[in-house]
């Protein structure tokens, strides 16, 4: 019988992964985080995901396993439709720019470019107002710059944009992390196939998961 799931813990920061027995006996034996209140907790289970995007090299180190994944700034812009009749209606790839136009409703989102930065988040002036003089080009009259709200986040970038799906030669942990640009694009995929790997069953699309 498979085994009620346990419930989501929010707001919980992993501090370490712990491991017991060396060598092809090594296995994670519990994770170490603390709850919103700060208070310290281990957390065991059967098998250990560390989905943690960019810092997720940071927690595999320490187990002697070198992930090569590499924080890639991306910088995100929302603003106001102004004239609806000048603004792009679906997803757009703007090739030169590397930006990607979306519509949400009365909202335009542009999104892209990739800044090698470490793990800084901070907003460059520069490339916000950059993407914004894009978009009056592209589509002039669409859009209210003067109401632009940015946003950064790092993309878990691998040198290939690869991601690095499934076991470890820790026994019980895998890997489902390194989706570079494409994250939300893999995500069901992803999570699909690592659930089957972890219950032993082979997953259904032809890919070069980690053994
Ligand atoms: C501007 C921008 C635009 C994008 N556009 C697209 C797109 O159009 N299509 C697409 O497919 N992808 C897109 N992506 C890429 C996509 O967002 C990523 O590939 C995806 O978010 C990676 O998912 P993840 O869960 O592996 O990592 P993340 O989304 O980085 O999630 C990691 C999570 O781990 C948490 N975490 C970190 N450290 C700890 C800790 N110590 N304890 C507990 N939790 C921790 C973080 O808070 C975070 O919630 C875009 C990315 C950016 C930045």
Same mark, same amino acid.
């Given at each position: 019988m498979p085994?009620?799931?346990r419930? !989501?813990?929010d707001e919980h920061t992993v501090t370490a992964l712990r491991t017991a027995g060396e060598g *092809? =006996? *090594?296995? !994670? #034996?519990?994770?170490? *985080?603390?709850? *919103? #209140? +700060?208070r310290f907790q281990r957390i065991r289970g059967d098998a250990y995901v560390p989905a943690l995007g960019s810092v997720s090299p940071i927690f595999a180190a320490p187990l002697g396993i070198r992930l090569p994944i590499y924080p890639a700034k991306g910088y995100s812009v929302t603003l106001p439709v102004?004239?609806? =009749?000048r603004a792009n209606q679906v997803s757009l790839t703007d090739d030169e720019f590397k930006l990607v136009y979306s519509r949400l409703g009365d909202r335009l989102r542009i999104a892209g470019t990739a800044e090698?930065? +470490?793990?800084d988040r901070d907003l460059n002036r520069v490339r916000c107002e950059a993407i914004v003089r894009r978009v009056e080009d592209v589509f002039p009259g669409a859009g209210e710059g003067s109401e632009a709200?940015?946003?950064t986040g790092l993309r878990p970038a691998t040198p290939s944009n !690869?991601?690095?799906i499934g076991a470890?030669?820790?026994?019980n942990l895998y890997l489902n992390t390194g989706h570079g640009t494409l994250g939300w694009t893999h995500a069901c995929g992803s999570g699909k196939s690592i659930a089957r790997i972890i219950s032993g069953l082979k997953p259904e699309v032809e890919f070069s998961f980690s053994k």
């Open positions: 085994r009620p799931w419930a !989501v813990l *092809a =006996s *090594a296995q !994670v #034996e519990h994770v170490e *985080a603390t709850d *919103a #209140e +700060g102004k004239d609806e =009749s090698l930065n +470490g793990y709200q940015f946003w !690869v991601p690095l470890t030669r820790v026994a």
